[in-house]
């Protein structure tokens, strides 16, 4: 018999201890980002019993099993709250894989060296936006590795969404009614670009002249032909008080118009239940929302790994469950040793759907792992829980710069009070020649201006 | 109803049969665009319109005058005494006519099945062409005019485009005189039209865009009203400007074969420059259900004679956080034209049947006479001197001064036929009496379109408010668009070849607002809009041939033109249904009022309905734009495949 020198009520009483004091950091054993900077893993932070699903489980699940209807309560406590009710009611299957320890594998490269390399340069200025000695914007990677308040947790995911300088997403999206048939499906572009905290292309850290600017995004649609042309840019300034500049090209209107800046709860297209404001759980500006508090932590199981499928030429993946087979995407999850739960409310939309979300981090990196909105009454609501991957199978792989890429796979939308879905996937290409980019210069002019939106309404 | 029952099963089994073959694509290295990546989509629509108004007053057979008994009183024309010859009324010869043309009563007034594909070809990452075709039949079956059934009235029509004139009516040809394809890229008979909305190259490098070939180009961003959006003019064939109000023309401009330049200079300040061929707005064909040129009038457009003008124009566009600006300069043709009187050229003398007819055969042979004047002795023209009146005030005209300027610029022929300058609308009224019973019935006018070069300047600023959040002040977009025309070139209500030349100004306030009165449901989309137009109507037309009524000449409209638009959408959840409402209102008495819906059941399906409702509520319908259109209360269905 082998005794465990931290048995599982440790842990527990750890992760109530630590809600119950306010601290967001992460570690058990030590502090996270400490172990971290040793040799690149956490695992010297956890105890054995939060270093993989079987030792959690006493052996009664682990690597290599699937998570369904028949085992899903031995999991119940690692699984937010609409996962669970997926697997037990409507046929979702989790095929667990093993906890990835190198954290190198666990977000794109330069933003996690650069996040080594600025660690404790990071602070509030007098308005509460992220910025470095003599009150410059952010320099790269996340600011706040340790974070102390959940604010600095949704500080440094707001900073940064996909964690390169620039990306350009080609997405499939698939939208399903409750019976579990596709009505819609749609392709888009989603284009990132950062003009402050550059790690990887230059100028870095700022992109000169735009400095007061955090993030130019857009989302535009190829296809099916009713909406094809359809695009919507977002310009976010720095300072997070303020809402971003929108325009966008209606396929209807023939023209590019401004749009109000705070429509962020309303459906771009048919069928889709899909917000701007559910963006990487962190749509918003910062201060747009408020009340930012730690609910809970503790292990989880989440996909931060695998949702690459390499086999296909598209990078298209495959579903299951469901009534018809089709609801859910084939998802790989691993265990999380600890996940933050922090819970945040809308303060500058009053007339917003969601009274509240409540949003997963996995400690280790602080990506958003899952997310669960609730209505004005207080229900849940929507969930979004999304599926990221080193893009790298084997033999295979797709490189940004040296090396291999890291990105989202894909996401479920799920709105559980109506039952409809909304499946994205990221591929390699969308109908108009539009491939998938990373650190690309040129994707700003591609995607980014309003010649770009002009350019992209075709004909 | 079998008309009915016939007409939607035609469609149904045509996008039936078209929808399955094609599907659509994003290949890469195969069949015909081997090596290429290209991409394939668009749609096929049934459109059914439900008629609950009246027949179209501009068609024949829908004027009502037709079987209507009228009275006419002639003057007594006398050599040598013009002056006197109409102020008289002569009793003796007066008669009673009914315009012997079948009125129709039609279910429906248009009914088509359209079909759009789009290719987009990718060369490189930088080069594109990118070619959408759109395709329209429809299979007719409508009670309408056949110009044969007139044949044995005086030889039947003879004046005009023999495809537009004298058979039945032609729904898609676009015929102009001396221009053998007005539209390179358009290819339609009395069934069909196909033609390239976009047919173009697409060049990209960093902060420029190019596109060279036929395109369409909307500018500014005033909704429904026009201030900025003036590269192209409409094609006012298929359903006028009646569809979906919120759609916005983007069915409606012409394409123009042109060379469009984008450039972001800045992050905010965006140029985009044209050069194109000139192309003008197409109206509807005679007797076709949305024609607004009273099938009375022969006209010879004479685009031919522009179909090698350009049009350019500049604008510059900037975005500055709340505030965004716009300015714009066009040097262009007015692709709406303007119209006049011009001779007829048909050799057709007046009867002698009739003792008016009779003397004038005598003092002259009349046939080469009358292809000197601006009317022809036909079937299907006026018949009386209450139709010329209520007709030119319908159109905005100057009845007498219309009779004046077809007798003044076409001496001596019109004298040698013992017309005269008539001083009052009593002697207008017999003089015309009197050559439509010398004419054997009516007589037709021929008039001719042209077009006039003109500079456009434009200004436009936008502003989004910021209130207390979620508060009705909050977030609403107030946009300002104003455009200036110097000696702007209007059809003088006399039809005279002195055209009316005045500086028009043409401004919009456009505010929008999105609120969500629920969680439950998304935003509601409300728009409120003003326009103001000095010189013109909404359409285009000079004021000054406003306020005119059967009994009396128009007195013109001073102060200008206003219109007021309000409009809202509300989606629901998932934004699988669309309700949306507007309404147009011009303050002097003209309403239209557009209810509809739009469901999108699944990816491929979408359904809308729409009800169409116009009417004058107070005052004479001449003082209003909207009276124009007031025949057209319908409702629409359409439904969509799309692959």
């Known amino acids: 018999m082998r005794l465990l020198r931290y048995d599982r009520q440790y842990s527990r009483r750890h992760f109530l201890q630590a809600v119950r004091s306010g601290a967001v950091a992460g570690g058990v054993l030590m502090p996270l980002w400490d172990a971290i900077a040793q040799n690149g893993e956490a695992a010297k932070a956890y105890p054995e019993e939060l270093q993989s699903l079987e030792a959690y489980t006493r052996g009664r699940l682990k690597a290599g099993d699937e998570i369904d209807a028949g085992n899903v309560e031995l999991v119940k406590d690692l699984l937010e709250p609409i996962k669970y009710q997926q697997i037990a009611r409507l046929g979702r299957r989790l095929k667990v894989v093993p906890t990835t320890q190198d954290i190198m594998r666990l977000s794109p490269w330069e933003y996690l060296e650069a996040t080594v390399r600025n660690r404790g340069l990071a602070r509030f200025d007098a308005q509460g936006n992220v910025v470095v000695e003599g009150g410059k914007p952010w320099i790269g990677g996340n600011p706040f590795p340790a974070p102390q308040t959940p604010v600095e947790l949704f500080a440094g995911l707001t900073l940064s969404w996909g964690r390169h300088d620039a990306s350009f997403y080609a997405i499939r999206e698939y939208d399903l009614a409750a019976s579990g048939e596709i009505e819609y499906e749609y392709e888009s572009g989603w284009a990132e670009f950062s003009p402050v905290a550059r790690v990887t292309l230059t100028p870095k850290p700022y992109w000169p002249g735009r400095e007061d600017k955090l993030r130019y995004q857009s989302v535009f649609f190829v296809s099916p032909d009713s909406i094809k042309g359809t695009s919507f840019l977002n310009i976010w300034p720095y300072d997070q008080h303020q809402f971003p500049e929108l325009y966008g090209y209606v396929a209807a209107f023939k023209r590019i118009r401004q749009f109000p800046t705070n429509q962020r709860f309303e459906p771009l297209i048919p069928g889709s239940t899909l917000y701007l404001s559910d963006a990487w759980a962190a749509g918003d500006p910062l201060y747009t929302w408020g009340n930012y508090r730690v609910v809970s932590r503790g292990p989880l199981l989440a996909s931060v790994s695998g949702a690459w499928n390499a086999g296909h030429p598209n990078w298209q993946h495959n579903t299951h469950g469901g009534p018809k087979g089709k609801t859910f995407w084939d998802t790989q999850v691993e265990f999380v040793p600890e996940a933050i739960v922090v819970e945040a409310e809308p303060l500058k939309f009053p007339r917003a759907p969601v009274s509240r979300k409540r949003v997963w981090f996995d400690a280790r990196t602080q990506l958003p792992i899952a997310m669960v909105s609730y209505d004005r009454r207080g229900e849940p609501y929507r969930s979004f829980d999304g599926a990221y991957a080193l893009y790298e199978s084997g033999a295979r792989r797709v490189m940004d710069g040296q090396h291999p890429y890291w990105s989202w796979g894909h996401v479920h939308a799920f709105d559980i009070q109506t039952g409809r879905m909304t499946r994205l996937e990221q591929v390699r290409r969308i109908s108009g020649g539009h491939d998938f980019k990373v650190n690309d210069p040129g994707i700003f002019d591609c995607y980014l201006t309003n010649a770009a939106l002009m350019r992209l309404a075709a004909s | ?643």
């Not at chain 2, 004298?166 to 394809?181: C, D, L, M, R, V």
């Not at chain 2, 961003?221 to 026009?226: I, P």
């Not at chain 2, 109000?245 to 394409?255: F, I, L, N, T």
């Open chain 2, 1 to 643: 109803m079998k008309r009915l029952e016939k007409t939607l099963l035609a469609m149904a089994t045509g996008a039936a049969l078209l929808g399955p073959a094609l599907a659509s694509a994003q290949e890469e290295s195969q069949g015909w665009f081997s090596g290429l990546d290209y991409t394939l989509g668009g749609f096929i629509r049934p459109e059914l319109v439900f008629k609950t108004g009246d027949e179209n007053p501009n068609n024949q057979d829908g004027n009502p005058y037709n079987g209507r008994s009228v009275q006419r009183v002639p003057g007594t024309p006398v050599p040598g005494v013009n002056a006197l010859s109409f102020e008289i009324p002569n009793p003796l010869l007066a008669d009673t006519i009914a315009r012997p043309i079948a009125s129709s009563d039609n279910w429906t007034s248009y009914h088509i099945l359209r079909g759009e594909l789009e290719l987009g070809l990718h060369f490189n990452a930088d080069l594109g062409l990118v070619a959408r075709v759109r395709g329209i039949y429809d299979p007719g079956h409508y009670d309408e005019f056949d110009a044969r059934s007139v044949a044995d009235d005086r030889g039947g029509i003879s004046g005009g485009d023999p495809a537009l004139y004298q058979g039945k009516p032609n729904y898609f040809a676009y015929h102009a005189e001396g221009s053998g394809k007005p539209n390179p890229l358009e290819w339609s008979g009395r069934n069909y039209m196909v033609y390239f909305p976009a047919l173009f190259f697409d060049f990209n490098h960093g902060p420029l865009n190019v596109r060279l070939g036929n395109q369409q180009i909307a500018w500014g961003q005033a909704l429904f009203f026009r201030v900025f959006d003036v590269p192209n003019g409409l094609d006012l064939r298929r359903h006028s400007i009646l569809d979906y109000a919120q759609e916005e023309y983007s069915d409606k401009r012409v394409p123009s074969l042109a060379l469009r330049v984008g450039y972001q200079i800045t992050d905010e300040l965006l140029a985009d420059a044209y050069f194109q061929k000139f192309q003008p707005t197409v109206f509807g064909n005679p007797n076709t259900a949305y024609n607004v040129i009273p099938a009375q009038f022969t006209v010879h457009d004479l685009y031919g004679n522009y179909d090698n003008k350009f049009s350019y124009g500049l604008r510059l566009k900037g975005n500055y956080g709340q505030w965004g600006f716009q300015a714009m300069a066009v040097r262009r043709y007015n692709p709406d034209g303007v119209f006049r009187w011009t001779a007829s050229g048909v050799d057709k003398a007046l009867p002698s049947s009739n003792p008016l007819g009779l003397v004038e055969n005598t003092l002259h042979p009349t046939g080469p006479i009358m292809a000197q004047t601006a009317f022809e002795a036909s079937p299907g023209g006026v018949y009386s001197a209450d139709e010329w009146f209520h007709y030119a005030a319908m159109v905005r005209l100057d009845g007498v001064a219309g009779l004046n300027a077809g007798i003044d610029e076409f001496q001596p022929a019109t004298g040698q036929l013992l017309a005269s300058h008539a001083d009052t609308f009593n002697a207008a009224h017999n003089e015309l009496d009197t050559f439509f019973i010398a004419a054997g019935g009516s007589l037709r006018g021929h008039i001719a379109r042209e077009y006039f070069q003109e500079n456009v300047f434009g200004l436009g600023a936008s502003y989004v408010t910021e209130g207390e959040p979620g508060s009705i002040l909050d977030q609403l977009i107030i946009n300002l668009e104003t455009s200036y025309t110097p000696n702007r070139v209007f059809t003088n209500p006399s039809l005279s070849r002195n055209y009316l030349r005045e500086g028009n100004s043409i401004s919009a306030l456009v505010m929008e607002k999105y609120y969500r009165f629920t969680q439950a449901f998304p935003a509601t989309y409300f728009v409120f809009q003003a326009m103001h137009r000095t010189k013109d109507d909404l359409f285009g037309r000079s004021l000054k041939g406003y306020g005119g009524t059967d009994t009396s000449v128009p007195t013109g409209l001073s102060g200008g033109s206003n219109y007021l638009v309000f409009a809202f959408q509300q989606p629901f959840p998932q934004d699988i249904y669309r309700a949306a409402f507007a309404a147009l209102y011009d303050p002097k008495g003209g309403l239209l009022l557009q209810p509809g819906i739009k469901w999108k059941p699944s990816g491929p399906w979408t359904i809308e309905a729409f009800y169409t409702y116009i009417d004058t509520v107070y005052g004479n319908p001449n003082n209003n734009a909207l009276s124009t259109a007031k025949f057209a209360n319908e409702g629409t269905i359409r439904v969509g495949y799309q692959f």
